[in-house]
């Protein structure tokens, strides 16, 4: 049995099956309006193939004094005429119809397959950054995927009928096909080549587009204005898109000379085929404008055909080719778990040799990590930048999984714990956390989602965080918009938006683990230890609480002010735990932590 391919290492897969899992996706999301668009676009081909034949038969009952002849030939235009416009606005009604709704289906897709993906590795990995940022280009306009086949179709079935009317004649005819397959050869290959000089240049243009968003957004605006960057900004933007344009516009035109030449072939033997009708055949009159128009159809049916096939290969099913690709990757990761999240922890929570290196890098960033975390205990890990701390944490979160090793949670590895249930018991809060721009309550609420609309949840959240003040100060309060972008929205410090993400990391009332990593280097010294003391004191009282559930509570922080507080304080440096201990014992011994408590002591005095 062949073995698999790993979509994290390879490339996109086959277009063909990709374009056909997508077609599925869009039958799943709507099994009525897929049929019904595609049979309108065949049924809209058929009207304006026949006019050749008609045009043929009006002149052979002209020719012939065959009045019933020109009587059928002239009902056959006008039919054709009126239902070509019919099935026209028809196709294009419901055409637009199953697109606005497949759309929806297809953004949500994309959304639920990156929100199913259980780590953020591939956040970190410079090739699928660049995959996800096309994707999310062209996933708002995938739906055009659709309609773009079901018109290939229509004009290869309009290609079909006009061959067969062209062999009428005589079947050497049906050679013009023969010379125009250079003409669909080119068409696509010339979009692949195109797309694959794109691609390798997707940094660049990444590049120009975040120089953009620098020059011309809010967030850097001060900063650009008082270091007078501007101008820099703009000629390195410049310079990055002609490093994405140069290589592009050099495929395009390489690619351009060899579509021309396969169009002169075509026109060659098109001209030869009116000349063997007219010389070689002594064809009728009717005949040879069959030939004439047919010819001239057949031309224009597959310069359509192979423009059509041109934007699936080029576009359409590059996209569905990076969909079908996060599909097979979020299929990859999807765990294997058997076991479920404990309710309470009863032995707490173990590092056994736990070395992990971030993807696309050499250099690990925990080598060997060997700990134990105690149920109900408050622990403090600290350590110079760079040194694993915030690392340690999301191994814990399980957005990355160990290289080596494993962690243990009541002697159970974590990897077979079901990571959403996991997440259920934990909370917390992050320095690098995110700004959701939506009603105060609801940027607090997100935090526990079955709470969403709990006000009396919401307010103790922002209670336990020392919030109340930002809350306070915004205008409607709770119901304030936060952001100036949107409608009656207000601008927010750094500070305040840090609050209401620590409000939010405290919204689960009873997580088995509360992380706390550095949320409060916004806020000033004296103002983070209050907060850090009223909740190690609340942790502390609540020991029965936590003697019920184990409740472990993780504080990282460069302030060894706040973290003596701490039962169980953790030192990393270099990637390993150089030292735990509690503060006195690690004061005693007069090693790494002692000296950096010393000279941070020192710096306060």
């Not at 090739?127 to 996800?132: A, G, I, P, Q, S």
Request: with cysteine.
């Amino acid at each position: 049995m062949p073995r698999r391919k790993d979509p994290r290492r390879d490339d996109l897969p086959p277009a063909f099956s990709s374009m056909w899992r997508a077609l599925k996706r869009a039958y799943y999301a709507e099994p009525r309006l897929l049929p019904v668009s595609f049979g309108l676009s065949l049924l809209a081909a058929l009207p304006d193939a026949l006019l050749a034949l008609w045009m043929k038969l009006l002149v052979d009952g002209v020719e012939r004094h065959q009045r019933n002849l020109v009587m059928a030939a002239g009902a056959g235009l006008a039919v054709s005429a009126v239902a070509t416009w019919f099935l026209k606005v028809t196709s294009d009604r419901a055409q637009r119809r199953f697109r606005d709704r497949v759309a929806v289906a297809l953004e949500s897709h994309v959304a639920g397959l990156q929100a199913s993906v259980s780590t953020i590795a591939h956040h970190e990995r410079p090739e699928f950054v660049d995959r996800l940022a096309m994707l999310r280009d062209q996933v708002f306009v995938l739906d055009h995927m659709y309609i773009s086949l079901f018109s290939t179709c229509g004009w290869i079935l309009r290609l079909g009928v006009t061959v067969v009317l062209l062999m009428s004649i005589h079947p050497v005819l049906a050679l013009l096909v023969v010379f125009a397959l250079p003409t669909v050869f080119t068409s696509t290959w010339r979009p692949g080549v195109e797309r694959e000089v794109q691609e390798r240049a997707v940094p660049a243009i990444r590049l120009a587009a975040h120089l953009f968003n620098t020059a011309t957004t809010a967030p850097a605006g001060k900063e650009v204005r008082v270091t007078g960057i501007g101008d820099q900004l703009v000629r390195q933007r410049r310079e990055a898109w002609e490093r994405w344009y140069r290589p592009v516009a050099a495929a395009r035109w390489g690619t351009a000379l060899w579509h021309t030449l396969a169009w002169a072939i075509f026109g060659a033997g098109y001209v030869g085929a009116v000349v063997f009708v007219s010389s070689v055949l002594k064809a009728s009159p009717g005949n040879v404008l069959l030939v004439l128009a047919a010819g001239a159809r057949l031309s224009a049916y597959i310069g359509a055909t192979v423009g059509e096939i041109g934007f699936l290969r080029g576009f359409w099913l590059d996209g569905s080719r990076r969909m079908a690709w996060l599909e097979d990757y979020a299929a990859s990761l999807v765990e294997h778990a058997d076991a479920p999240a404990p309710e309470r922890l009863k032995d707490g929570i173990r590092f056994e040799h736990v070395s992990f290196t971030y993807p696309g890098t050499a250099r690990r960033v925990l080598d060997d990590v060997n700990l134990e975390l105690k149920p109900g205990a408050v622990v403090a890990i600290v350590g110079e930048n760079g040194a694993g701390k915030s690392t340690l944490v999301k191994l814990l979160c399980r957005l990355y999984q160990p290289d080596q090793g494993r962690i243990l949670i009541d002697g159970v590895d974590l990897a077979r714990i079901r990571a959403g249930e996991w997440r259920l018991r934990i909370a917390g809060a992050f320095q690098d956390f995110f700004r959701f721009e939506f009603r105060a309550r609801q940027s607090v609420s997100v935090g526990d989602v079955p709470r969403l609309d709990d006000q009396p949840a919401v307010l103790a959240a922002v209670e336990r965080a020392g919030a109340g003040d930002v809350v306070e100060r915004l205008a409607s309060g709770l119901e304030t918009q936060l952001g100036t972008t949107w409608p009656q929205g207000v601008e927010v410090s750094f500070g305040q938006w840090q609050k209401l993400a620590l409000a939010r990391g405290f919204m689960r009332d009873r997580p088995l683990l509360l992380v706390l990593d550095e949320p409060t280097a916004a806020l000033d010294a004296e103002t983070e230890h209050a907060l850090f003391e009223r909740y190690a004191a609340v942790a502390r009282g609540g020991k029965q609480d936590n003697a019920t559930d184990g409740r472990i509570t993780i504080l990282v922080s460069h302030r060894f002010s706040t973290v003596r507080m701490a039962e169980l304080i953790v030192v990393l440096d270099g990637a390993r735990v150089v030292e735990a201990g509690t503060h006195e014992e690690l004061m005693a011994k007069g090693g790494q932590y002692a000296e950096l408590y010393g000279i941070q002591a020192a710096a306060y005095r």
